[in-house]
């Protein structure tokens, strides 16, 4: 009987049904099969996707220019947004710098605060499509920043965490007759509305620090590349961190260098792009990763298998621009590359390039992935019971719990007589 029901094909479903729902009705789809899962990482379904959701997707692309930061928005779709223009960051009080994106596109910018310091910065998420903003409680701000990352948790109601790794004092210390860099860690959470302070700091290996380029969050798992190739690994629920193996053959002396290496995410996993050659590019997709949780140890204490996805040849556009390099995946089949004043979006099926003007000035530009719609979430603080609604409830379970212990004693003094 299965046999004579009728068959959906999957073409049908996935880009003229699923390509009408909504980005949480797609993640759910992406589980069913490994099939639906690519098919919504091609540039064809994200395009379809777009355009019928009146969903944006593209770069916030920020750089300094003197001592204010500035920042505009590069759409990675082919369709006419009308919108575009209202993606600004200019509804924000005062001057902001970008610091965290989340696809679900949301940002955190740090800016003046004019009731303190100027050293002083204030915390703010928002949320450009909607012109939302909020701002939260600040760290401990005297230490210096390593890194940042912000990881959304939750849709309805919108919840999110961010994480902050900074500089403790003194940075170095001594554990088990070894040297260690120490980093503080703390965590902001929506929920709570309240920053967390890890009671243990981080060690890492004296000489090992991390590089300069932005952490990855992908699957609760936030991701960072160190000075001597390894990749750090810090779990969101867990609170815990460990080193683990890049591929073998990037650990090779000669093969790579760390500079030219950089995280990312591919089909919803963490993927590593190495420019091994000036024109050769290979994408490593990590396939498994097993947590041991042993956060002392200075060595490999995590497991982990990579599969080379990509090895491609940009030599079309880097002979145009020595300078150019790849920096992001759009989708399965196209490419972002920064060259010296545009950006190029280059597609790896049919090496067909589009380049797109940057009309931003200034030195090293920095790229903030997003995919923005215009549904309004809420930003501000969860609301409490205030502290007189408290203590009125304290006070009631109290009386009812004295009434009914006062019947039990009236009901046991009627039994015995």
Request: net charge positive; charged share 20%; glycine share 4%.
């Amino acid at each position: 009987m299965d046999s004579l029901r009728p068959h959906l094909p999957n073409d049908v479903f996935l880009f003229e049904i699923l390509t009408r729902t909504s980005r949480e009705t797609v993640a759910r789809c992406k589980l069913v099969s490994k099939l639906w899962n690519e098919a919504t990482y091609e540039d064809r379904f994200s395009q379809l996707f777009h355009q019928r959701t009146k969903t944006v997707s593209g770069f916030y692309v920020q750089s300094l220019n003197h001592s204010n930061y500035s920042s505009a928005f590069i759409s990675t779709d082919n369709n006419n947004i009308e919108n575009l223009d209202n993606l600004s960051l200019s509804f924000l009080p005062g001057l902001y710098k970008i610091e965290v994106s989340t696809k679900q596109g949301l940002l955190l910018c740090l800016g003046k605060n004019p009731k303190r310091s100027a050293r002083i910065p204030r915390y703010i998420v928002c949320k450009p499509t909607t012109q939302e903003w909020q701002q939260i409680p600040n760290p401990k701000t005297r230490y210096f920043t390593r890194k940042t990352t912000m990881v959304v948790l939750g849709s309805n109601p919108i919840r999110y965490k961010i994480v902050r790794f900074s500089d403790p004092k003194p940075a170095c210390v001594f554990h088990k007759s070894k040297l260690y860099t120490s980093l503080r860690c703390e965590i902001f959470d929506s929920e709570t509305w309240a920053w967390k302070y890890l009671p243990e700091n981080i060690k890492l290996p004296y000489g090992e620090f991390w590089d300069f380029k932005p952490m990855v969050s992908t699957s609760g798992l936030v991701y960072s590349l160190t000075t001597e190739k390894r990749l750090f690994v810090f779990d969101l629920e867990k609170e815990s961190w460990e080193l683990c193996s890049l591929p073998h053959p990037l650990c090779e002396v000669g093969y790579c260098k760390v500079q030219n290496m950089q995280l990312l995410e591919y089909e919803g996993k963490l993927a590593l792009l190495c420019m091994v050659t000036e024109e050769c590019m290979e994408l490593w997709v990590i396939m498994n990763h097993n947590n041991n949780n042993n956060n002392n140890n200075n060595n490999n204490s995590g497991q982990t298998s990579w599969s080379l996805r990509r090895r491609e040849n940009l030599q079309s556009v880097i002979r145009k621009d020595p300078y150019a390099s790849p920096v992001a995946f759009c989708n399965n089949d196209v490419a972002m590359i920064k060259s010296t004043e545009n950006i190029i979006f280059y597609n790896l099926q049919n090496s067909v390039s589009n380049e797109v003007e940057c009309h931003i000035f200034g030195g090293q530009k920095e790229f903030f992935r997003v995919e923005l719609d215009w549904e309004p979430v809420k930003l501000t603080r969860p609301q409490r019971r205030s502290s007189r609604s408290r203590l009125v409830i304290k006070l009631l379970l109290g009386l009812i719990v004295m009434i009914l212990s006062l019947v039990g004693i009236w009901m046991a003094s009627n039994l015995a007589n």
